[in-house]
């Protein structure tokens, strides 16, 4: 592996001045300054996979979009999070996900709580530029608390790096590919099934949209954990 | 397939010894299982998982990502209609869709019997045999749409 | 186990000499679409006709790799030792073996199955990298060295420090052969510049673009060449481990490269203390699995650590975090097969084929509606007109040329006007094509051009690994709005929709896979609007 010394590192951001840790994210960096660029895939305290696109960023100099959560900043690069070009593609992505599956807000738990809403808030997005696809999934509802909805999954992968990465388990993982891309348990078994998921919820608590959620539940009545991942990293790092 | 006491893993145990059991075998010894039962079935996926050390999700992950991995038997026969362009645009597509018709089954599906799977292939890399056919693992070149059942049915007589 | 030059020349001459007991040689193609026309079945018989007539003292049956006229198979060919002369045979069936076993031993050539070798399918191409195809045993470590074969890597090792590799590659100009055409001495400069204990050489044989054969033809027919170019790019940058990563759908390829490199192991060629010096390297095959994405930098390495093929975001690059997050360079095929002659040549040498920017060869797979079906080597900017007519023989069935595609799913089209382009990276990229890894499909006027571009965009998309969406769900829209197309079901707006889908899914997507995914359809469009127009209906 290469070893390389960290040290701090200036550059701007939409014309400010700003300076990070030469080893840290222009998202990063960004937050630390009160700049704010939207995300869906990414969520503090997990890796990021730069899989939504959503957080493209314009570099000067460079004709390729570069996601925040995983660029590398460098000394005297201008970064741009907020140019016209960035908005017509955010917004043609978001289209993209909310074309692929079934969000239909008015039935869903997570109406009102859900990272996916929200952003087409943002965006100003008020219906989807593509044609719908057709996909549709079959929901897990065998565990005794939780329920999986794949209709309702934009495939960000937080439940699968966050079994793997926080809970340990690797309980969650992607089966087949491209569009019929899915998240199971094990070998694709019922989630109650499931002989390495501890059922500790994390998975729930991260997930963006009402594709996972408690049982119980009613229409909008399904609020998310959003700190829990953060606070569970402070505190372990405080114990050590 | 049987239980793992069955002889035909211990050709999976050798890829994997041969590769020091470390977890990036796994698709190696998804190759060797695959040639030794003729498919992945969620026994040999579990016995895997457990020998690497590997999370059942993840080795379930794998197997389905790549599509030369074969979750189910095939049939007692198979037909591989290549779809490579060279192929394509010498009538392929025609091809496949007449014998879908012939035997009454999709792409990617095999007979109510067992007897045949019709499978398709990004390219088998013989364009200059365009189109083609990989009947039982024996390639019949330059067929024409309308000799190609014919063709087909007598190399799998 | 041989340590020194002198040992490695003796192996030639005995095996030169054991060449040389008999004469003659009848040459049968064992490439893949030979195979499939019952090549094997054929060397057999006419191993057994030569020793029924009682002339196997003065002539050898073998096998070798592909000679590229595929269109032509059966081919064997007839080789006089002694006067270098060569008959080549073509279209040969298991009815013809004796007659040609008769036809060697009373000396007179089987006219109707003789292939005229003057004309330009034969006389246009240079090769290069495919020299020993069609010549050598592949399956014989010796008759490789027979041929000048691992001369270049114990030169080196005895005589040549890793900068100076570097050097003569960077010089000789050889750009990557995989499609992007990225400088190889400059990759591997910026490894070996590394510090870092391990490093890995990766060789990409994973050959996914529909109608592209050429990396297989170099596997099957000259193993030894991929090992020795690999070896001398671990030493180049120094590394002792590498890869092949080949297509499972390549059984041939695999058992050959794997054959190749238990004898190379044997001869100590590769292992420890590669003659006499203190350079290791040690070589391992690895399968894929039937994923075209894989072909990606990132994919195909974590494919090799097990792993979904899914790529990761670049930079950082391979360069710096490569396989097991470790400094790697990752080449294709044919661009390791091409160091061996530069370094036994010199860099000047190379640089006098090709073009200035693209120097040497490239090896192309002519398909599609074209005569001479086959593997073709050329010099870097022969027209395209050249390629098709001279060596390829022009449209097949007295049919009119419509476009040719090159680049596979992430090239383009280009149209029958354009024939007086020269072929090298630049001048593709210009005209919205790309050079791919050399696949080269000819269409005719039946076809249709929105066809052609839904059958790549459908291709992409059984393709996409779904990481992300752009990709994920782009390919899915524009196949299902190119489909609207050929039915004539298109609107005005599908139509502006579509190119903004293309914009978006080029300029946003994670990897390789989707910003190419768009070019077949940008390329229609730009050639052949019209086309499009006609797919949408009357308002």
Redesign the interface.
Known sequence: ??KQKVRVKTFQINGIDVTGRSDSTILEVAKEHDIHIPTLCYLEGLSC?????IC?VEIKGS?????AC???IKEGMEVFTDTDRLH??RK??LS??F??RTHTCSVCVSNGHCELQDMSVELGMEHS???Y?TNRFDIDASHERFVNDPNRC??CTRCVRVC?EVEG?????????????RV?????DPWVES??CTSCGKCVQVCPTGALSEKGVSATEMVKKKSLIVNLLEMRNRER | MSAPTDARYKMVERTMKKLGYKRSALIESLHTAQETFGYLD?PA??FIAKRLRL???????VA??YHYFRLKPKGEHNVVVCMGTACYIKGAKEILHRLEKRYGIGAGETTEDGKLSLLTARCVGSCSLAPIAICDNKPKGKLTVEDAVENIEKALS | MITTLEELEEIANKKQCENNECREELRVCIGSSCLSLGAKEIEKDLKKSVKDRGIEHRCRVKGVGCNGLCAAGVLVSHYDNESGEEVLYEKITEEDTDKLAKAVESQKPLEEHRSDMSRGFFAKQKKIVLENAGYIDPDDIEDYIAHGGYRALFTTLNDATPMEVISQIKQSGLRGRGGGGYPTGLKWETVAK???EKKYIVCNGDEGDPGAFMDRAIMEADPHRVIEGMALAGYACGAAKGYIYVRAEYPTAVEKLNKAIKQANRLGILGNKIADSGFDFELEVRLGGG?FVCGEATALVTSIEGN?GNP??K??HLS??GLW???TVLNNVETFANIVPILNNGAQWYRGFGTEKSPGTKVFALTGHIENTGLVEVPMGMKLSELIYDIGGGVSEGRNLKAIQTGGPSGGCIPADMLDLEVDYDSLKKVGSMMGSGGVIVTDDSSNMVEVARFFMEFC??????????C???T??MT?ILDKFINKEATKEDFE?LK??CE?VK????CGLGQTAPNPVLSTIKYFEEEYIKGIKDD
């Open positions: 592996m290469i996979v730069g899989a939504c696109r493209l004709n390729k979009l570069i996601p995983t660029g590398k017509k593609h043609m992505i993209m996900i074309a692929e530029q593509v044609p696809l934009i495939l793997d388990a690797h309980a969650w993982d992607l089966v087949d590919r491209g569009l019929d891309t199971i348990h094990d070998m694709d002989e390495s | 969620k996926l579990k999370p059942l999700a993840k080795v379930y992950g389905t990502f | 590394v510090d870092a994923a979904r990761r975001q930079p950082p710096d975090h997050g470790e400094p998309k059984s393709e996409s690994c779904g990481k992300c969406v752009p994920r769900v782009g899915t829209e299902d929709l903004e889908m978006v300029e946003s997507s994670l």
